[in-house]
T-cell receptor, first 114, second 114 residues
Framework: NAGVMQNPRHLVRRRGQEARLRCSPMKGHSHVYWYRQLPEEGLKFMVYLQKENIIDESGMPKERFSAEFPKEGPSILRIQQVVRGDSAAYFCASSPPIPKETQYFGPGTRLLVL | GESVGLHLPTLSVQEGDNSIINCAYS??????FIWYKQESGKGPQFIID?????DKRQGQRVTVLLNKTVKHLSLQIAATQPGDSAVYFC?????????????FGKGTLLTVNP
């Protein structure tokens, strides 16, 4: 009965490189959410996806960030040309269709940009 | 700005005492509230939730109280244990169009002294 899985747990990138963060939702969950957490702050909503659809990406930076949740496989959060300000913990959450609000979080990916 | 905030950023209690963590919210349209616990290096762990048609809900050793009149939420932990030491976040959501978009406060650090 695995929970939300994320990998890698830690990721180090140099400025200008690409970062790919993966999230596998809990079994039976079809809704995925990505949040970003800066040190000593709360989580900030980034994007909400269902299979093959982006429902709301209002929290995503306009450039360099993208997310997908393909029909098969994990959800991917992609950050192109990373900058030091992208260093943060990125959390994925998933929920069943009903009730949609109950979100269960993964362990996070800690991205460090050198 | 943040619509969810916490009165106390840190709370230190003795083992066996009861703990109360408070949270204020400003969005009167919010009708779903969740408390999460986050241990160092881990993702947020769901503790308990409450909907706006209730003013109290109890779980195992935890109770959440909701006062819609003053837009206040609290988490009570009975017989606090060292394993309860963590950062506690309240989060809110609004049913309807944006019911998936959790808004988090900055968190309260609970330290339990043995």
């Amino acid at each position: 009965n695995a929970g939300v899985m994320q990998n890698p747990r830690h990721l180090v990138r140099r400025r200008g490189q690409e970062a790919r963060l993966r999230c596998s939702p809990m079994k039976g969950h079809s809704h995925v959410y990505w949040y970003r957490q800066l040190p000593e702050e709360g989580l900030k909503f980034m994007v909400y996806l269902q299979k093959e659809n982006i429902i709301d990406e209002s929290g995503m930076p306009k450039e360099r960030f993208s997310a997908e949740f393909p029909k098969e496989g994990p959800s991917i959060l992609r950050i192109q040309q990373v900058v030091r300000g992208d260093s943060a913990a990125y959390f994925c959450a998933s929920s069943p269709p009903i009730p949609k609000e109950t979100q269960y979080f993964g362990p996070g990916t800690r991205l460090l940009v050198l | 700005g943040e619509s969810v905030g916490l009165h106390l950023p840190t709370l230190s209690v003795q083992e066996g005492d009861n703990s109360i963590i408070n949270c204020a919210y400003s969005n009167s349209a919010s009708d779903y509230f969740i408390w999460y616990k986050q241990e160092s290096g881990k993702g947020p762990q769901f503790i308990i939730d409450i909907r706006s048609n209730m003013d109290k809900r109890q779980g195992q050793r935890v109770t959440v109280l909701l006062n819609k009149t003053v837009k206040h939420l609290s988490l009570q932990i009975a017989a606090t244990q060292p394993g309860d030491s963590a950062v506690y976040f309240c989060a809110e959501a609004t049913s309807g169009g944006s019911n998936y978009k959790l808004t988090f406060g900055k968190g309260t650090l609970l330290t339990v002294n043995p």
